[in-house]
């Protein structure tokens, strides 16, 4: 049974940093690229980021870059997304998702993955 938990979430204010993790279990990991996606209320579920089966591509939505970075420890099944600079703007459930991805890059179409974590949930005040 193929699992992603969220861990890392909370209340910060803006400008904090928080560090989200998510542990896989079930799959063989180091064959699947890695993705964050987020949702805020009313609003899609929209790409943040992406890492590569190895670590060495990642991709990452605009409003992130210089803030975000995601890393995966393929020992022991983690992904990381370090948050920094955070704003009221970046709060939202954030969703860790899994791909079997034969490509060098990773994909930042929400329907290219195949496997979900439940969420946690971030929010920064103003």
């Known amino acids: 049974q193929v699992q992603l938990v969220e861990s890392g979430g909370g209340l910060v204010q803006a400008g904090g940093s928080l560090r989200l993790s998510c542990a896989v279990s079930g799959l063989a990991f180091s064959q699947y690229a890695l993705g964050w996606f987020r949702q805020a209320p009313g609003k899609e579920r929209e790409f943040v980021v992406a890492?590569?089966?190895?670590?060495?591509?990642?991709l990452y939505t605009d409003s992130v870059k210089g803030r975000f970075a995601i890393s995966r420890d393929n020992a022991k099944n983690m992904v990381y997304l370090q948050m920094n600079s955070l704003r009221p703007e970046d709060t939202a459930v954030y969703f860790c998702?899994?791909?079997?991805?034969?490509?060098?890059?990773?994909?930042?179409?929400?329907?290219?993955?195949?496997?979900w974590g439940q969420g946690t949930q971030v929010t920064v005040s103003s």
């Open positions: 998702a899994a791909v079997r991805w034969g490509f060098q890059s990773p994909s930042p179409r929400r329907s290219e993955y195949d496997y």
């Open positions: 890492v590569g089966r190895t670590g060495g591509n990642t």
